[in-house]
């Protein structure tokens, strides 16, 4: 070989070592930011729960959307979404929800699917979502107020962020509410119960099928993280009852009620000193969390997945002294519902709440305020403080709708944020509010011959983040029946302060109001 | 060329320097994450859902007094009901569901009589609830009086209280000794499952 030929060699030679050290500075760059992801994660602890091994693995035909009657409606095992955290994988459920924006009155609609799973953890933790089958143009996560940007590697169809707060999250596609996952991280349990405490009925990881758990005067039921049972809990005239724990209360396996039979998975009749904590609830056959005449509870980091007709989330029904907090429920019906169906409602509380309301409304007082055609009525202090709404798709997100003769007063909705408002969507028709006061007589909803008053309301810092511009109403139902004293303040629409009523686009019935202050 | 041959051999050990780094920060990574506090929670081995054993329960054979329930059907009347619990439910032979009687709340004694059309032999009363576990166990109070007119009745059985339990067939069997009477009336006094008296069957034997 002459000279030039080994020039060319050596040249040739230089030149790849360039190109191969500016490759591996590259690399090790990289390795060192993400180092210092991890650095972060070193110190974090976290519990992971293994599924029950019996669940079925979700194929294609089981995600199709339609009724439950054309498919396979069980609680399976996600196999398209893979969640892990500090590198460790999580097991994922696949459950039902239900994208149809109208109300079908076979009780039939089309159902989808999409992944759930859960962990509990302290300090910082690396997330990656991983969606073999999607390709991924956008991802968003929810909430919007920590201010979660994820890292999307197209190639890999991951996407990873980290996490310090425990909350729940939901992590959305390409803009799209098909199959976002909703990752419910919790704080690490502290004392839970052990099986053979006294007064403690202890329900351990796996899948079980138990019919109903009635529940006695200071009794604690605890269904461990990893446990499905698929079953309900009653309270009946109970007292001093406690029920928590990390497990699924499920309600695949019973056919949808049809307006028949309710199973209700968790129902407080008559009840005093409730606490419920941590459960996972999905597949109701109708409704959720029901309480009816009971009084003086509280209710922390519940999540609510439901799918079905008259899937309403936690219905408050004639009950007093009630905390709801830090809790998720997506629905098919009201989310958060406060009613009258018997004695009084009053001091009802639901804070720091998320909220994803797939048909009707997000935080309804009403429609029936006096069911049980109590004389005086009254459905009194009731609150929804720091709510953020993922979506609404349907019917108003804040609403009173005094459909009997009750004097509702004191009712109150601060800090609430409103992620995607599109409202109106399919058979909403009118009922597209942001906002929606009403006294009024209705054939479905009205048990009374006389109306009532509506008195009394504060609606203190609503933000509207996206979605489209939507309408507001204040109207009572006639002299005598008058909506009074509401007073609207800190409102803002896609980033426009609300000052008057023609800029929040308000309709406001003058003949049946008194005193409206908008500012 | 020599300072080419050089500049090479720099390249060589950098490289090699970057490469040993990689692998140590990929080391240091992989032990601060793995290493990291993990608990994980495992289930049993299941390969269909089960029957968890606490609630597991034995096999209830209902018992069912001889003879014919000649209640079924028969015009009855209450005190008062709540909601669209109404009396005829307590003698409709259903006792599923919704339909059960249940007495106006918080105004004992609720009050519920059949009348058996014409003067019949009787020997037991068997009182039923919905028998589903989501009923749960309750304590009710009440007599039992007859009357031949529907208007003087008379104490067969004074007050006291019977508890009605799913997992024993939520029901309660009074046995009596043969009783000549047209109209059969029971008197609630508490319920400590509702506001007031609940049955979904009344049957007369």
Redesign the interface.
Known sequence: MG?KG??VI??T??IL??I??FI??A??KN??D??AV??K??????????????LKDAAKEDLLATSEKQRDFSLMHCIDTLVSV???ELYVYDTNVNHTYQWVSNYLPPISRTPVTYFDFEGTV?VEVKVPDMRLDSVQISPKEYGIEPEIDKDNHTVTFLISNPDSYTVVFNNSVERAVHIFANPIEKNPPKDGDEGV?F??????????????DNQTLYI???????G?I?G??VQNVKVKGRGIVDGS?FAGWQG??A?IPINF??CKNIEVEDLLFLNSNAWTFNSF?SKEAKISNIKIISPRPNGDGITLQSCENFLVQNSFVRSWDDSLVVKNY?ANTDNITFKNMQVWTDLAQSMEVGYETNKGKKEDARISRVAFEDVTVLYNFHKPVISIHNADDALVEEISFKNITVENAFMGSGDAGENNQLIDLGIINNSNWSTTKERGQIRNITIDGVNVLSGDFPPSKIAGFDKLHTIENVMIKNLNILGKSIKDANDGKFVIDGATTKNITIE | MEKRKIGILILIIINLGLFISILAVNHTMKLSVESGNVTMVHGPDQTEPMEHEKFAKEEYIPVIPEGENIALGKKVKASGFQDVYTPRKAVDGRVEGVSYWEGKGESYPNIITVDLEKEQNIHAIRLCLNPASVWGKRTQEFSVLTSMDGKEFKEIIPSASYDFNPDTGNQVILTLEDIKTRFVQLSFTMNTGAKGAQLAEFEVY
């Open positions: 000279d080994k020039t050596i040249n030679g230089l070592l360039f191969m050290t591996m500075g690399i090790l390795k060192i993400t180092r991890f650095a994660v070193k110190d974090s602890k976290i519990v992971l729960y293994e599924g029950p091994k019996s500090n590198g460790h690396f009925i329900i351990g990881p796996g899948e079980w099928k138990i019919e109903n758990i009635a529940l006695e461990a993280g990893g446990a499905v049972v698929h309900t009653q009946n005239y396996l028949k039979e199973h009749v008559g005449e018997g």
